[in-house]
């Protein structure tokens, strides 16, 4: 196979003036910024990596930001909580927002202090004293947490459509597909969609069934496991731009797979593609953008081609 040189960028942003964090429980609610929840690093990445962010926050007693007096600072609770960074280069101008989600809590603790003016013979008065570190994962932490376990398929009567108990496998329309990737047999209805116009697998093998493309599985995917937050369902906005692959027939299983790793098996570096998830805050929905390794369009040969990152 020829080689298709990948070209990178060794630039990195090693530093910003400030970072101002942000919180909410559920995307419904407004933002609310933690002035002393530190943000001591921020890491954007494509799959099959994901993208992180580090906080760092000072429990026990002493100044809010701003403040005149001790105080008691409690641990924070923000475990699956959204977050929002807003970063700022060394002459204060906004360069990006970060989203994700916290996952991780740890606290390195020194013992507890008594809360000032209070009584101190009482143990109820006293706050754990301790670094408490928080690791947020980006937006496509809901991915990795989200299980197929079901598929949409065409209903009895022909016309519209329904959920059946297990995933099916995308081009597995006879048995030995599933154990043969090179004897694929499409299982994708030639006449009746799902949500948002997404096709949906065909209830029996028919002279009109079609074969499932790369483009269809992630347009289905898509549109049929949208990923929860905070108790509140996420829509998921899928942007391919020029990177759409809509002429092979990958036989891809899904039953009891995590969405994410369905994805990383679709858009690969092997496939010289890959992904990124962002978030639009205005629309509080979910964008996952695909795109090529290659600047130039690469012809596979009988009009398949590998298109151009634009």
């Not at 829509?235 to 299983?253: N, Q, Y």
Request: charged letters at 20%.
């Amino acid at each position: 196979m020829p080689v298709i040189p990948v070209e990178t960028s060794g630039d990195i942003r090693r530093g910003a003036s400030r970072a101002v964090v942000y919180v909410r429980a559920a995307v419904v609610d407004e933002w609310t910024a933690v002035p002393e929840l530190l943000c001591d690093e921020v890491v954007t990445a494509a799959a099959p990596d994901m993208s992180t962010a580090k906080f760092s926050y000072r429990a026990g007693v002493g100044f809010v930001i701003g403040g005149s007096a001790y105080t008691a600072h409690l641990p924070l609770q923000l475990d699956q909580f959204q977050v929002r960074v807003d970063v700022y280069d060394w002459e204060n101008v906004f360069q990006f927002s970060w989203f994700g989600i916290i996952v991780n809590d740890v606290r390195d603790r020194y013992g507890a202090e008594f809360v000032p003016g209070e009584n101190e013979t009482d143990p109820d008065n006293r706050v754990e004293n301790s670094w408490q570190t928080l690791a947020a994962y980006g937006m496509e932490y809901l991915f990795a947490i989200t299980k197929v376990i079901v598929s949409r398929i065409v209903a009895p009567d022909g016309v519209g459509n329904e959920v059946v108990g297990r995933g099916l496998v995308f081009n597995g329309g006879r048995s030995n597909a599933r154990s043969n990737p090179y004897d694929a047999v499409g299982n994708k209805s030639a006449g009746v969609s799902g949500p948002n116009f997404s096709a949906v697998f065909d209830r029996n093998i028919v002279d009109t069934t079609q074969q499932w493309t790369t483009n269809d599985i992630g347009v289905y995917l898509m549109a049929n496991f949208t990923p929860d937050l905070g108790g509140e369902e996420i829509s998921v906005r899928f942007d391919t731009g020029s990177a759409v692959l809509d002429w092979d027939e990958p036989v891809i299983k899904q039953d009891g797979r995590y969405l994410r790793e369905i994805m990383n098996e679709l858009w690969n570096i092997q496939r010289y593609t890959s992904y990124v998830v962002g978030w639009d805050d205005d629309l509080h929905e979910i964008v996952v953008r695909v795109f090529t390794f290659t600047d130039v369009a690469f012809d596979l040969g009988g009009g398949n081609t590998i298109p151009a990152n634009e």
